[in-house]
């Protein structure tokens, strides 16, 4: 028999060990749900910049099937002063694009890589239509956070979203 805090030692690291086990996502409906965006951060040589402001807005929609659609936007985005967005201003129409994006399509996870690969069918970054991406992610208890090596603007992005659903 051996030393007694050496055995409390060894079950509380295969106790930490099979919660953490349980933590990562094995299969698409690990993570099938609604997510709330909490973080949304571009990553540039080291600094974290909030891209959506201080509080974004978004919902990531997952079904069970594999189908997802992700908005994303700023809090404070302005209104369209003529009440058109046909007729929006330049200005208005910089600020609107700068501080939204959206997409939709299937979502598998690579539970061996860790990794969500989203297969984007249309995006409001009209270059990513059509194209595959892969991100690394992690799922703690109602958390979700992936990382994008090549977000939309040109940097590393790390969004966390938090389970409502």
């Known amino acids: ?14 106790l930490l060990a099979l919660a953490m086990g349980s933590a990562s996502a094995q ?16 990553i540039h040589e080291g600094r974290k910049t909030d891209m959506y402001g201080a509080h974004p ?17 700023r809090a404070d985005l302005p209104k369209v002063a003529s009440n058109n967005r046909t007729t929006a201003t330049a200005a208005e129409n910089n600020a609107i694009v700068d501080g939204s994006m959206a997409h939709y399509g299937t979502l598998a996870v690579d539970a061996a890589n860790h990794t969500l690969d989203f297969r984007i069918e249309t995006s409001t ?10 991100r690394t992610f992690t799922l703690q208890g109602d958390e979700l956070r992936y990382a994008n090596k090549s977000g939309s603007t040109g940097s590393a992005t790390e969004l966390i979203w938090k389970r409502i659903d």
Do not use: C
């Not at 028999?1 to 409390?8: E, F, K, Q, S, Y």
């Not at 299969?27 to 571009?42: E, M, R, Y």
């Open 27 to 42: 299969s698409l409906q690990d993570i099938a749900g609604v997510w709330k965006l909490v973080s949304a951060q571009s």
């Open 1 to 14: 028999m051996g030393h007694p805090l050496r055995n409390i030692a060894a079950i509380s690291a295969l």
């Open 57 to 73: 807005r978004g919902i990531f929609t997952i079904e069970a099937n594999g189908r997802y659609v992700l908005i994303v936007r």
């Open 125 to 134: 970054y009209p270059n990513w239509d059509g194209i595959e991406q892969k």
